[in-house]
């Protein structure tokens, strides 16, 4: 995802900005595109918070894992809300950053949520990542681990 993202400043949960070359720099990398309006949305975003911080925050050594959110809100105001409430310690496209439409063009997004995981270099390894999740939990990282040909000594 560096590929894409390179060059570009994503934002916290906190609203601390992070350069997204360092923060997904040999990374598994989840787009997840939802909206705070969405019943959906709301409803995963919970099972996300869990699967990212038992990957990222418990886990010893951390997986090499990001979530960026790309939102498919109506407004700033309503991204920050919804990241504030229901978010994890992941990361998100600003919501003026062109690249959030752009992104939902190349990933063939039409409806939310949806969590396209993908590798360093943008390619899709899956884009029913929402499903996985929910169906499979921490057994679906290992499988994205090895699609995207990052060492890791991770066993979920």
């Keep these: 995802m560096v590929d894409v993202l390179g060059g570009r400043r994503l934002l916290t949960r906190d609203g601390a900005w992070v350069e997204a070359e360092a923060a997904l720099q040999n990374k598994v990398v989840a787009l997840y595109f939802a909206a705070g309006r969405c019943a959906s949305s709301r409803d995963f975003a919970p099972p996300l918070c869990r699967f990212h911080a038992q990957l990222v925050a418990e886990a010893r050594p951390p997986a090499p894992f990001e979530v960026a959110f790309v939102s498919a809100d109506g407004s700033e105001r309503e991204m920050l809300d919804f990241m504030r409430e229901l978010h994890g310690a992941w990361l998100a496209l600003p919501f003026h950053d062109p690249l959030r439409h752009e992104l939902r063009t190349r990933y063939h997004i039409s409806v939310t949520p949806r969590l396209v995981v993908v590798k360093p270099s943008g ?34």
């Design 123 to 156: 390619e899709v390894i899956t884009d029913k990542g929402r499903k996985q999740v929910r169906e499979r939990g921490l057994a679906c990282f290992q499988n994205w681990v090895e699609a995207a040909n990052i060492f890791q000594n991770f066993s979920g």
